[in-house]
């Protein structure tokens, strides 16, 4: 398989319903203001960190707009950027002062089962008022995820503003002149700025899912200035932190290298015809190298209908000497480096239910229940069900998804990460996941070895269809 090749299978031009699904209510153009984004100091591997959820204000829209009620963490959206050093411990202990239950998926982070964070799967959910620490010893380094996920109570308080990026840095990270984590939001606000109801039984549940009408970068209104001077290598952190914004991202004048996806390093490719998909959950580490000439511009547009362009930057002052070119980074050792997919145990998951779409580009929600409009395998995620299936530790496992939905669906594996396969089983993409896209009427396989004891989700990342039973399970023994 060609370095160039793209990580999931999305088309490159969406249909035009898909255009319509994912872009409704975004005919507002977005204005540029920005700043650089919010970041913490690195966290002491030794003390328990706090990191309190409570209710907050955010200008989203440039002023004289008004602030908008939110809920943040640590008073700021998105959350103070984590970091832990690979090998290190991360004791964070998570204060919920909102008045819903909440709990923190690590997403991506092959981390012990007690720690995913699923509120009433792998945790009780933190009450309103409580409290709950989290203990992290990355096996891996990366760039993750970390926002709320909770059986039946994801949409709110992600859609509110709670989330952040987990940093977990290598022992000698690439040489750049610039790591910036940059988080995308997506926001659905009324006229007055207040954000719109979160409706339990609403039809974006069974469609699309809560899609807003303004993104964010960093917590501000796109696009994000970044000045640097000339040939200045930037390394920079994309990660989709929408409830349901499923886009697709273009570089534009530059020379972008994808270095890492969904937190795993790769050998570096280009992105074909400079674009990369980009669902709920999904991160890439892209280095590149600033434009030669001062004055020069580039810039990552997310394709949205007529384009909205996310990060912009900017040549400016005196050139940079010129660094070695752009390498890899060394792969996880915690990984393996094959699966053996003649002794793989195979399992199945067909995805079905939903809105569907007419000829004239309407939903027809004709004899849904919109409070389970899902099934997976005929019924819903279910914790008390018997799982998806159940192996031994180290056993190599395929899973064969097929989605006859009328709706691309993005999934998430908990606790590992895996590889696509090619559509003969012949082989794999050169790359880890641990999200992946399957789209309407196709069906892709999986694999990975079960290495990480424990039950864990296979869930959707459009947390709508999560809440209304978007998701199944396995164990590991």
Not at 107 to 118: F, I, N, P, Y
Not at 197 to 209: E, H, N, R, T, Y
């Amino acid at each position: 398989m060609s370095k160039d090749a793209s990580p999931t299978p999305s088309s490159p031009h969406p249909s035009r319903r898909r255009v319509i699904a994912q872009g409704a209510g975004f005919a507002t153009l977005l204005s540029p203001l920005s700043a650089l984004a919010q970041q913490a100091p690195a966290a002491s591997a030794g003390a328990a960190r706090e990191l309190v959820a409570a209710s907050s204000k955010l200008r989203l829209r440039p002023a004289p707009a008004p602030e908008t009620e939110i809920w943040a963490f640590d008073g700021a959206a998105p959350g103070p950027v984590l970091k832990v050093k690979h090998g290190e411990t991360l004791k964070l202990n998570l204060q919920n002062r909102t008045d819903k239950p909440l709990s923190l998926h690590w997403h991506g982070l092959r981390a012990d089962h007690a720690m995913d964070g699923v509120g009433g799967f792998s945790q009780e959910p933190v009450p309103p008022g409580g409290q709950f620490e989290y203990r992290l010893t990355p096996p891996d380094s990366g760039t993750f995820l970390y926002r709320p996920m909770l059986l039946g109570g994801s949409s709110e308080p992600a859609g509110r503003g709670l989330s952040g990026v987990l940093i977990v840095e290598e022992k000698e990270p690439p040489a750049v002149d610039l790591d910036l984590p940059t988080l995308i939001g997506d926001w659905l606000l009324s006229d007055d700025q207040k954000l719109l109801p979160f409706a339990a039984d609403g039809q974006d549940g069974a469609a699309a899912g809560r899609l807003g009408s303004w993104l964010t970068v960093n917590g501000k209104p796109p696009p994000l200035p970044i000045r640097l001077p000339p040939s200045s290598r930037v390394r920079l952190r994309l990660a989709n932190a929408c409830n349901a914004r499923i886009m697709r991202l273009r570089f534009d004048e530059m020379k972008a290298f994808v270095a890492a996806v969904d937190g795993q390093p790769t050998d570096t490719f280009e992105p074909v015809r400079a674009q990369l998909p980009f669902a709920p959950g999904t991160r890439y580490d892209v280095i590149f190298d600033m434009p030669e000439t001062a004055g020069a511009a580039a810039s990552v547009t997310a394709l949205i209908g007529p384009g909205v362009p996310l990060v912009r930057f900017v040549s400016e002052g005196m050139a940079k000497s010129a660094r070695p070119a752009i390498t890899g980074m060394p792969l996880n050792p915690a990984l393996p480096a094959a699966v053996r997919l003649q002794d793989a145990r195979r399992s199945e998951m067909i995805i079905e239910g939903g809105a569907k779409i007419t000829p004239d580009n309407k939903l027809d929600l004709t004899g849904l229940d919109l409070a389970k409009p899902w099934t997976i395998n005929g019924g819903q995620g279910d914790p008390r069900a018997k799982p998806l299936f159940s192996v031994k530790r180290g056993s190599p496992v395929v899973i064969a998804i097929t989605n006859k939905t009328a709706f691309l669906q993005p999934l998430h594996v908990h606790g590992h990460s895996f590889r696509l396969l090619h559509p003969l089983d012949d082989g794999w993409e050169p790359y880890f996941l641990d999200t992946v896209q399957i789209p309407e009427g196709k069906r892709l396989h999986v694999a990975f070895i079960a290495d990480n004891p424990g039950r864990w989700l296979i869930s959707s990342t459009v947390l709508e269809r999560f809440d209304r039973g978007l998701w199944s399970w396995f164990e590991v023994t």
